[in-house]
């Protein structure tokens, strides 16, 4: 199964940027980097994917390094709503996302 | 738009008793999901569906039936609940696989504690 490595927790002050760092070393050619996130008692949210060129959407920036083994989800200014666990998938074999334990972000004022 | 709704939100069963739960989508996606997350833990894929009146199994199957009858509807079963089910259970749906790039779409949850 398709896996990937992120830090357990991260901090960020509020309005600063945060950028959340993900492995996959063991990423396909054709597979997508997909990231979702989780707020307290909620179900996971869609955030944003790509495949080898960054992405921008309202929600947050990806950046997808050259050789594909890491992204970055970066999150412009980050507030106490994005306090959350953020989840970097591979997505591996179609139709099965594996969610590993994700990063926790906690935003302070 | 509803998106995904999940029924029950809450559930309390006693070992050996059955339920079944409920997820239903108005996205007409043809790709729905079930996980359970455990405290502290990730999601894990306990079945999905690719298409009306298909099934397959997930990462977790064992003690879990599922139906697609309806293309809206994606149904969880458990015919002898165990504490080991205790449990937050989401359900989600897409349009195609994330393989394809698709964002899956998740309800809110039902909560399951089984005693």
């Known amino acids: 199964d398709a896996k990937t490595t992120q830090p357990n927790s991260m901090e960020s002050n509020e309005e600063e940027p945060v950028h959340l760092p993900c492995n996959h070393s063991?990423?396909?050619?054709?597979?997508?980097i997909h990231w979702y996130r989780q707020l307290p008692s909620q179900g996971p949210e869609y955030v944003i994917h790509g495949l080898t060129s960054n992405v921008n959407n309202r929600m947050a920036s990806l950046a997808i390094a050259e050789d594909r083994k890491s992204s970055t989800l970066i999150l412009h200014r980050a507030t106490l709503r994005d306090a959350a666990v953020y989840y970097c998938i591979d997505t591996g074999t179609a139709s099965k996302l594996t969610f590993g334990t994700g990063t926790r972000l906690q935003v302070t004022l | 738009n509803a998106g995904v709704t999940q029924t029950p939100k809450f559930r309390v069963l006693k070992t050996g008793q059955s339920m079944t739960l409920l997820c239903a989508q108005d996205?007409?996606?043809?790709?729905m999901y079930w996980y359970r997350q455990d405290p502290g833990m990730g999601l894990r894929l306990i079945h999905y569906?690719?298409?009306?009146?298909?099934?397959a199994k997930g990462e977790v199957p064992d003690g879990y039936n599922v139906s697609r009858l309806k293309k809206q509807n994606f149904l969880l079963g458990l015919e002898s609940a165990a504490p080991s089910q205790t449990s937050v259970y989401f359900c989600?749906?897409?349009?195609?696989?994330?393989?394809?790039?698709?964002?899956?779409?998740f309800g809110p949850g039902t909560r399951l504690t089984v005693t």
């Open positions: 996205m007409n996606h043809e790709y």
């Open positions: 569906s690719v298409g009306e009146g298909t099934t």
């Open positions: 989600a749906s897409s349009y195609s696989n994330g393989a394809a790039g698709d964002e899956q779409y």
């Open positions: 063991t990423i396909s050619g054709t597979d997508y």
